[in-house]
């Protein structure tokens, strides 16, 4: 075989097995690439999927009072659903829900669309006595229950309202558990009348630092 018509042979040998490559590449992306899950809690049963699941604790590792449930409720069915409970597993506490808009009861979840529980302007799902009922740092196991679906179990982050949760934490920030509690010694000012400044140590409101665009 001559010189030339060696390289010849080689360089479609090359290119084949490039070709080859490329084409399994492709498969894999298909396969198995393109379906890589986000790294957070996500469970899908029937028509219905939940995203970001998590429980926001007080900010405050000491303070007790509520937490709150967020997550985003899919609703992949060509009927609305309600979700009509969220339950602690193992824990005996539910969730208090409410509508957007105010109020308690169920949340509905619209054919073809989604809600998302927690954060300003969402619907809400408070734990009364959050400390109580979860830890922080732990993966806490939570029931959902659907008119439809029916009961749908998850796993559920358990964080502080801090940082990127600070926005869709608790709207109720206590003092921390033994903290002084205000005086009743103070001392008027001298003019008789209430200072300006003065008003509650704790408003109960989020910080203006929240993340409200969440």
Not at 93 to 121: D, E
Not at 157 to 169: L, R
Not at 186 to 211: D, F, I, N, W
């Amino acid at each position: 075989m001559s010189r030339s018509l060696r390289r010849g042979v080689l360089a479609a040998t090359v290119l084949s097995l490039s070709i080859a490559t490329l084409s399994a590449c492709g498969a894999g992306n298909d396969a198995q690439t393109l379906q890589v899950e986000p790294d957070n809690a996500a469970t899908s049963v029937g028509d219905i999927k939940l995203q970001n699941v998590t429980v926001i604790t007080q900010p405050d590792v000491n303070a007790k009072g509520p937490a709150v449930v967020a997550a985003t409720v899919f609703n992949n069915g060509a009927k609305d659903q309600k979700l009509t409970a969220i339950s602690v597993d193992g824990t005996g506490q539910s969730a208090k829900l409410s509508p957007v808009g105010g109020g308690s009861g169920a949340v509905s979840v619209p054919a073809g669309g989604s809600v998302v529980l927690g954060g300003k302007g969402n619907a809400s799902a408070v734990l009364a006595s959050g400390r109580e009922a979860v830890k922080d740092g732990n993966v806490q196991p939570l029931t959902f229950t659907f008119s439809a679906t029916g009961k749908v179990k998850t796993s559920a982050y358990v964080v502080p309202a801090k940082n990127y949760f600070q926005g869709y934490g608790p709207s109720q920030l206590p003092q921390p558990s033994g903290s002084a509690s205000p005086s009743g010694s103070a001392k008027p000012s001298q003019s008789g009348k209430p200072s300006e400044s003065a008003g509650p140590s704790g408003s109960g409101t989020p910080s203006a630092s929240a993340h409200s665009g969440h």
